[in-house]
């Protein structure tokens, strides 16, 4: 890197949006989305299916052609030309089934800009990383599944991009795969990229994610780490049980009660129950309840919440 | 055993209503599948087998009789249009070369005299024997239109050699009747043997066709052979480079490629490659076509940068069609089908297998600017006359690159 590029890079945020809304068929995507991604950082944005992080993703890469309002910056540039700062992995499955692994690898390269004998070069040591010892002369319909993702998010990272997009990585992918890859991202964050990415996987994303942004009808919801989350969710404590009989009179009175109390019913099935409780006192105003309506019941646990619950009270 | 029977019967059943509920869920291939016969049969019905129709003819007459032009004025399905007796033979060839006419006719001078002699008479006709489709039509339909007025000429005949015969069989009679009165007897022989003597010397030929076509092509007659190519090749082209870069987009956006190009570049690029890739299709194509052209004995002086522009035209206007095309269908079979519903017209009308002239005016209307016709007139004139190619191509090549990057904003490049 030259000193002018190295002086470029500290001056300018890697990525910035500001106020973006987008529209789709008359319904409002995005509305008003101001982002800050800085380097060295991993985040990781969650939200319902349809809350428009996929939409995000796609506006940051230039794949969707222009947002309506506001301003996505890549080091200080507009997004659609700083397009080789960024490599975006798309969900699905990109290469060309057709050719062999070494000719994607060239041809990905290309599109990106890079030279054939640069990108086989950079395929090699990113398979290294991403533990994909193949013969380069297979074709990708002979890969597994695991191996088809791992070969995809190399494809997009030929170039050595700056800012790594990656829409929903995990999605089909084992615990061992899914670990895989979550070290090749912190490797990735260790070389001083910045690194943006979707997931259902929520506990996983806590864990490895320095920044949650939780997306929620086109809006940040949330942008913090999961402590604050908790906070503004006022929800330090998961409590769950399972009755061994509930009448419909019972779970009417429960619901109102927690209305009442400001007690989230998280998840109920059947017998089951989660409660989201803000304070551990609230476990025994709810046992309280249940002895006065005469229910028996198992507790099945009482923890501090992960992200897939506080998501769920989100 | 009655189970399995049944069980076998569910899955048929299931099998086909699958099929059917794609065909109608899938609005665009059913939309498609219904419009393809509707174009081309309506085509067929209402355009390209016309019962009436007229053909601009200019006439040269030089007999200027009252025979000459109502002889023209007569013709069943043909437009007459007279020109200046200077230069017209000339003139009229250069009218037909620039397409301004389609046909010439020349009626030398004596027509009238000829026909009054009962003898033959002939009728110059020149053509475009380039123009395949017309040619054709040509070599029949001047002598059927003719028809009428040549039978006019042989009942006029016939009713003259009954009146002869008759006016030798009274003479005949007489000599009978009087052959004592020596002076008539002497004159109604002379009479008779004048008669007769008409009927010996009457032209056959003129019994057979009283006037003579001499179609005389305004191109070298070698020319028919070669100028195959100038339609075969725009054709060819227009079917294969719609259905490849057609189906060559959706393959792309299947395999998830569209996605990496846009997340890496300009749209613009892909194009500019997907056009150069086509481009060097449409020349090979045209070598295989050129070659077994040369093979059977036509001969070509084109000049290598006109064909470089007439393939880059091709090449640009079709891929183009085939992008949009691509962006708009949803799979290639649905891409297949509206290649069909464009390539299939677009040739029916071309010239190649109906003549353009004898088409209702509308459609020789839309012939004139629809681009298969204008590629097929572009090839004639870079690869049969060495002429260079005109620039309303690039009209056609930036329409379609405005209504490519439109899609490509509308975001159908997903």
Redesign the interface.
């Known amino acids: 890197m030259g000193i002018k590029e190295w002086l470029f890079s500290k001056l300018k945020k890697p990525l910035v949006s500001e106020n973006v809304r987008f529209s789709y068929s008359q319904q409002e995507i995005l509305k008003d989305i101001s982002l800050n991604i800085k380097e060295k950082e991993i985040v990781a944005i969650i939200g319902k299916s349809g809350s428009g992080k996929s939409t995000f993703l796609k506006l940051i890469a230039g794949i969707i052609p222009k947002q309506k309002y506001g301003k996505i910056r890549i080091f200080g540039m507009p997004n659609f030309l700083g397009k080789n700062k960024v490599g975006f992995v798309p969900q699905d499955l990109s290469f060309i089934p057709d050719l062999s692994l070494m000719d994607n690898v060239r041809i990905a390269g290309l599109n990106l800009g890079v030279k054939e004998k640069d990108a086989i070069k950079r395929a090699s040591e990113l398979m290294k990383l991403l533990k994909l010892d193949e013969d380069m002369n297979k074709k990708p319909n002979q890969m597994s599944g695991g191996q088809k993702v791992r070969f995809n998010v190399i494809l997009s990272l030929l170039h050595d991009p700056q800012i790594i997009i990656l829409d929903e990585p995990f999605v089909g992918l084992d615990f061992l795969n899914r670990r895989l890859l979550w070290h090749f991202i912190g490797s990735m964050k260790r070389k001083k990229k910045s690194i943006v990415l979707t997931s259902h996987l929520l506990t996983e994303a806590q864990e490895h994610a320095d920044r949650l942004i939780i997306l929620k009808d086109g809006r940040v919801f949330f942008n913090g780490n999961l402590e604050k989350l908790k906070k503004k969710l006022k929800m330090n404590f998961i409590f769950e049980v399972k009755f061994s009989k509930l009448t419909k009179d019972s779970l009417d009175k429960i619901k109102k009660f927690c209305v009442y109390k400001d007690i989230k019913i998280l998840d109920y099935y059947e017998k089951y129950f989660m409660f989201g409780l803000q304070k551990e006192k609230n476990k025994n105003i709810l046992l309280k309840l249940f002895d006065k309506l005469k229910l028996n019941y198992k507790e099945t646990g009482f923890r501090e919440p992960n992200l897939d619950e506080t998501f769920l009270k989100a | 055993m009655k189970e399995m029977f049944l069980s076998r019967g569910r899955k048929f059943y299931g099998y086909l209503k699958k099929d059917f509920l794609l065909l109608v869920k899938r609005r665009k291939y059913l939309y498609l599948f219904i419009l393809l016969p509707l174009i081309i049969a309506g085509l067929f019905l209402f355009a390209l087998n016309p019962f009436d129709y007229e053909i601009d003819v200019g006439v040269c007459d030089f007999d200027s009789s009252p025979m000459s032009t109502q002889a023209f004025s007569g013709l069943n399905g043909f437009r007459p249009v007279f020109l200046e007796e200077e230069n017209c033979v000339d003139n009229l060839i250069l009218m037909i070369k620039s397409g301004e006419i389609s046909l010439g006719m020349e009626i030398g001078e004596g027509f009238s005299q000829n026909l009054e002699n009962l003898e033959q008479s002939k009728i110059v006709v020149y053509y475009d024997n380039t123009d395949i489709a017309f040619a054709n039509l040509i070599s029949w339909r001047v002598d059927s239109s003719l028809e009428p007025f040549e039978r006019g000429i042989i009942d006029s005949l016939n009713s003259q050699l009954k009146e002869r015969v008759s006016s030798a069989r009274s003479g005949a009679e007489f000599i009978l009747e009087f052959n004592s009165v020596s002076g008539k007897l002497e004159e109604k022989v002379e009479e008779i043997d004048s008669d007769l003597k008409s009927i010996e010397n009457m032209n056959t030929e003129f019994l057979v066709n009283p006037i003579w076509t001499d179609k005389r092509p305004v191109y070298n007659a070698e020319l028919k052979k070669s100028s195959g190519i100038a339609f075969i090749f725009p054709i060819l082209a227009l079917f294969v480079i719609l259905m490849l870069s057609s189906t060559s987009v959706i393959y792309d956006k299947k395999?998830?490629?569209l996605?990496?190009?846009?997340?890496?570049?300009?749209p613009m690029v892909y194009l500019f490659a997907k056009i150069v890739f086509f481009s060097v299709l449409v020349f090979a194509q045209f070598l295989i076509i050129l070659l077994l052209f040369m093979l059977y004995g036509s001969s070509y002086s084109f000049s290598l940068l006109g064909l470089v522009e007439l393939i880059v035209f091709i090449a640009i206007f079709d891929s183009l069609f085939g992008v949009i095309i691509g962006l708009v269908s949803n799979n290639e079979g649905i891409a297949v089908l509206f290649s069909l519903i464009i390539a299939f017209p677009l040739m029916l009308i071309s010239g190649v297998f109906f003549p353009i002239q004898t088409l209702p005016d509308a459609v020789q209307y839309l012939g004139k600017i629809l681009p298969l016709n204008y590629q097929i007139l572009t090839s004639k004139s870079v690869l049969l006359f060495n002429q260079g190619i005109p620039n309303t191509w690039m009209y056609f090549a930036a329409g379609l690159f405005i209504v490519v990057w439109w899609l490509?904003?509308k975001?159908k490049f997903?």
Request: net charge positive; glycine share 6%.
């Open positions: 395999t998830g490629f996605t990496r190009v846009k997340s890496s570049t300009s490509i904003k975001d997903s």
